[in-house]
């Protein structure tokens, strides 16, 4: 019976002994957050006869038409990977529907994030040969539900607005890659964005 107590007292002491730090010191480790892999940049043409427009989309990356009506249409570019979705509208313009008060919308609702967002970048970009002209907003903050949202439009007749969300509780540091990763993929989409 000496010899067991004897034995559980050696045993807890080298254990003591072996997870104590001979200079006092224990620093913490940060939480980790999983590696993400990026795949490699590609993409293709979207062209099809639902869409008054063509554009280039990233080939890891579905397109799922909701709603093909005559002069809105509703589709999703789905990043089955991320876990992510760009919601995509595309309105005919015309009568009631001006470029004034669709715009007025789309800031309308990029604005329903300030409240979360510690910053807001917006950003124009302007094709006079394609006739494209849009703006992107960059929102960061850690509750922020769309980082990157989207408008583009001819001036005339045709408006597209996108929102990108993550299908997961928002932590902007963890999936900051991510969001960067697609704001590189909607930039082209406009870029290769042409109307027919």
């Known amino acids: 019976m000496k010899n067991r107590i004897l034995a559980i007292i050696v045993i807890a002491t080298a254990i003591i ?8 010191d224990y620093t913490p480790k940060p939480p980790a957050f999983y590696r993400i ?12 006869n639902i869409l008054p427009f063509t554009f280039e989309y990233p080939e890891y990356s579905n397109i799922k038409v909701k709603r093909n009506d005559k002069d809105i249409k509703y589709f999703d570019i789905i990043f089955p990977q991320f876990n992510g979705t760009v919601f995509v509208s ?9 470029v004034a008060s669709e715009v007025d919308t789309a800031h309308q609702l990029v604005s329903i994030h300030y409240n979360m967002a510690s910053g807001v970048h917006e ?9 494209i002209y ?3 907003y960059t929102l960061k903050g850690k509750s922020i539900a769309s980082t990157y949202q989207f408008w583009a439009t001819d001036s005339t007749n045709h408006f597209i607005r996108g929102a990108f ?13 991510v ?3 697609i704001q590189k993929d909607i930039v082209h989409f406009i870029e290769t964005l042409k109307w027919k």
């Not at 892999?37 to 099809?48: G, I, W």
């Not at 595309?90 to 001006?98: A, I, V």
């Not at 950003?123 to 006079?128: E, F, I, M, P, V």
């Open 37 to 48: 892999t990026m795949p490699e940049k590609d993409y293709k043409l979207y062209d099809t």
């Open 179 to 181: 969001y960067e990763f």
């Open 17 to 24: 002994t072996s997870c104590s730090n001979s200079d006092g």
């Open 165 to 177: 969300y993550v299908n997961s509780n928002p932590n902007y540091d963890s999936l900051q890659p």
């Open 90 to 98: 595309y309105k005919q313009l015309g009568g009631k529907r001006t």
């Open 134 to 136: 849009a703006n992107t």
């Open 123 to 131: 950003q124009s970009y302007s094709d006079d040969i394609n006739r």
